[in-house]
């Protein structure tokens, strides 16, 4: 059983930045795609940053790009997101996916105007 979980959420002001982690109890970057997601209260869960296996160039939704960077360290286990120039409608909780099966439980980020 794979377990996925994410650390570094917390409260922000806008303009500020976080550093969410992911540590996950399977290596799985060489095998399927890794990434954030996040849903805002009373909205879908969304696509955030992905990482395909072996591929060295992340993607990003058009609502982030230029301000969160995505990374891993793959002698971890390890997944980042890299979060910069927070805005107000970055508040969501954040979820950790590894295989678009595994889940983590999610981590709270607020982001106070």
């Known amino acids: 059983q794979v377990q996925l979980v994410e650390s570094g959420g917390g409260s922000v002001q806008a303009g500020g930045s976080l550093q969410l982690s992911c540590k996950s109890s399977s290596y799985l970057f060489d095998i399927c795609v890794v990434g954030w997601y996040r849903q805002a209260p009373g909205k879908e869960r969304d696509v955030v940053a992905t990482?395909?296996?072996?591929?060295?160039?992340?993607t990003y939704s058009d609502s982030v790009k230029g301000r969160f960077r995505i990374s891993q360290d793959k002698a971890k286990n390890m997944l980042y997101l890299q979060m910069y120039s927070l805005k107000s409608e970055g508040t969501a909780v954040y979820y950790c996916?590894?295989?678009?099966?595994?889940w983590g439980q999610g981590t709270q980020v607020t982001v106070s105007s």
């Open positions: 990482i395909a296996p072996r591929s060295i160039t992340p």
């Open positions: 996916t590894m295989c678009d099966h595994y």
